[in-house]
């Protein structure tokens, strides 16, 4: 760990997204979305997933229990509708992270301290990350917050650095942080998941780093994450 031992501050901390930057959200959805056709036929499934939209709308991000609870209406006498809740809270997320996910933490920590950073509800998320595996991973290391980008000065009271990594997959997300912390911030952006694929191009290469998959991460020095370190992408697929 890399610290300014006269004040206790690390030199650099690392900061990961979760879903569809650590783990395949989008396979957890798809498998969600199979889950909700076979017990309710097609037509309930699109319902769900307008109530999920609405929802988020409205919260600001994923609720997948609070669109289920919304979701019962007029199903309460259907026996599949109790086998939903177990359905969500047990999911093997443990199986859908990338290849090299922990692998990638691992080398992360050997640089400097490293935690997530994440949107999202204070039930479903937290669990969620429990049973991939990352919670244990990062020491209980996780911050999850309505809207991470505006949590800023919370994030860096709990890890206070003089230079911090944020690897997301949505570039926007990575600009609005680049936007406050500036020189002090690399972003990394990760092209996993379908919101790194409908990102504007110019969005994306914006990014101070600009990588394929999560395990391309475990090569790099912790140079590389410097401020003068030069960008770097990869060419597009």
């Known amino acids: ?109 050997s640089l400097g301290p490293t935690a997530i950073l994440s949107d999202g509800d204070v039930v479903f998320q937290p669990r969620k990350i429990q049973h991939a595996g990352l919670w244990a991973a990062l020491d209980g290391k996780v911050l999850i917050y309505l809207h991470k980008q505006q949590m800023l000065v919370a994030m860096q009271q709990r890890y206070p650095a003089a230079h911090y990594v944020m690897v997301d997959d949505k570039p926007q997300i990575l600009a609005d942080m680049k936007q406050r912390l500036g020189h002090r911030l690399t972003t990394v952006f990760v092209r996993q998941g379908h919101y790194a694929a409908a990102a504007p191009a110019g969005l994306q290469s914006a990014a101070d780093l600009t990588i394929a998959c999560i395990g391309d991460l475990r090569g790099r020095k912790l140079e590389d994450f410097l401020p003068d370190a030069p960008a770097i992408s990869l060419p597009a697929d």
Not at 28 to 53: H, M, N, P
């Open 1 to 109: 760990m890399l610290s300014d031992h006269a004040s206790g501050v690390a030199s650099v901390v690392f900061l990961l997204d979760v879903d569809n930057t650590l783990l395949d959200n989008d396979r957890f959805a798809a498998d969600l979305g199979d889950r909700l056709e076979q017990a309710f036929g097609a037509t309930e499934r699109d319902r769900y997933w307008a109530i999920y939209a609405q929802l988020r709308d409205e919260l600001g991000y994923a609720d997948y229990l609070g669109a289920l609870q919304r979701f019962r209406a007029g199903l309460d006498n259907d026996p599949a509708l109790l086998q939903m809740s177990p359905w969500l809270l047990d999911y093997p997320f443990a199986e859908r992270l990338y290849p090299h996910a922990l692998d990638t933490i691992a080398h992360l920590r």
